[in-house]
């Protein structure tokens, strides 16, 4: 949707390993987002950018890292996986005032 | 952290039957709120940004009205269709880009 790409759409890993999710929009969006979906919880957010490197933790950041090196680029990182942080990981990206795009979203199952 | 519900958590209507839902919110600091519909195996896809104390928006057979003074917003379906059963979130958020989603109300449109 709207140009926002997520890699890979599916992983399985192993507890206590390091994660990389990827994020790439191509509508040079300012606006980046990290979410995850669980159960009766919606969508909450895990980290946020508002620009080249500049981000910020969202309601559920513990155990999570991003980093933004380009306008097109958010990656999500779990330094060290745990099973609780098995979910469906969903990015957006919008521009100031309108409503965020997402990607297709990748399910991330950590044994 | 906006705390933002959403009433009923889901709901089962036949084929034709209107309907509508409900998002609380808290009324201070409001600045806009956003209203996504989410099919399963897809991602959220936006239906209507709202920014003003009375605001009606209408898209189809879907309408939204917004009451910024007491802190919610009705999303109403007229003569709902199987292909409308979706999740349905609304969004509130105090600035301009970063958003909190509500748990969402999940609709079932039975032919």
């Given at each position: 949707?709207a140009?926002?790409?997520q890699?890979?759409?599916?992983?399985?890993?192993?507890?206590g390993t390091?994660?990389?999710?990827?994020?790439?929009?191509t509508?040079?969006h300012?606006?980046?987002?990290?979410?995850?979906?669980?159960?009766?919880h919606?969508?909450r957010?895990?980290?946020?950018?508002?620009?080249?490197?500049?981000?910020?933790?969202?309601?559920?950041?513990?155990?999570?890292?991003?980093?933004?090196s380009?306008?097109?680029?958010?990656?999500?990182?779990?330094?060290?996986a745990?099973?609780?942080?098995?979910?469906v990981?969903?990015?957006?990206?919008s521009?100031?005032?309108?409503?965020q795009?997402?990607g297709?979203?990748?399910r991330?199952?950590?044994? | 952290?906006?705390?933002?519900?959403?009433?009923?958590q889901?709901l089962?209507?036949q084929e034709?039957?209107?309907?509508?839902?409900?998002?609380?919110?808290?009324s201070?600091?409001?600045?806009?709120?956003?209203?996504?519909?989410?099919?399963?195996?897809?991602?959220p896809?936006?239906?209507?940004?709202?920014?003003?104390?009375?605001?009606?928006?209408?898209?189809?057979?879907?309408?939204?009205?917004?009451?910024?003074?007491?802190?919610?917003?009705?999303?109403?379906?007229?003569?709902?269709?199987?292909?409308d059963?979706?999740?349905?979130?609304?969004?509130?958020?105090?600035?301009?880009f970063?958003?909190?989603f509500?748990?969402?109300?999940?609709?079932?449109?039975?032919?």
């Open positions: 949707d140009g926002i790409t890699s890979p759409r599916h992983k399985v890993t192993e507890t390091p994660v990389t999710l990827r994020c790439h929009q509508e040079n300012r606006y980046m987002y990290w979410y995850r979906q669980d159960p009766g919606g969508l957010l895990i980290h946020y950018s508002y620009g080249v490197k500049d981000t910020d933790k969202g309601e559920v950041s513990d155990g999570y890292s991003v980093s933004r380009k306008t097109e680029d958010f990656l999500l990182t779990l330094e060290s745990t099973s609780s942080q098995t979910s990981y969903f990015c957006a990206a521009s100031a005032d309108q409503p795009h997402f297709d979203g990748t991330l199952s950590i044994l | 952290i906006l705390n933002v519900e959403q009433s009923p889901s089962h209507v034709g039957d209107s309907t509508n839902f409900t998002c609380s919110f808290p201070s600091n409001f600045y806009a709120l956003h209203w996504y519909r989410w099919e399963t195996a897809k991602s896809e936006a239906l209507f940004v709202m920014t003003l104390n009375g605001d009606e928006k209408k898209k189809g057979r879907i309408s939204a009205t917004l009451n910024t003074k007491e802190g919610y917003s009705y999303l109403y379906i007229k003569g709902s269709q199987p292909e059963s979706a999740t349905y979130l609304c969004a509130p958020s105090t600035g301009g970063k958003t909190i509500g748990a969402g109300t999940r609709l079932f449109v039975k032919a």
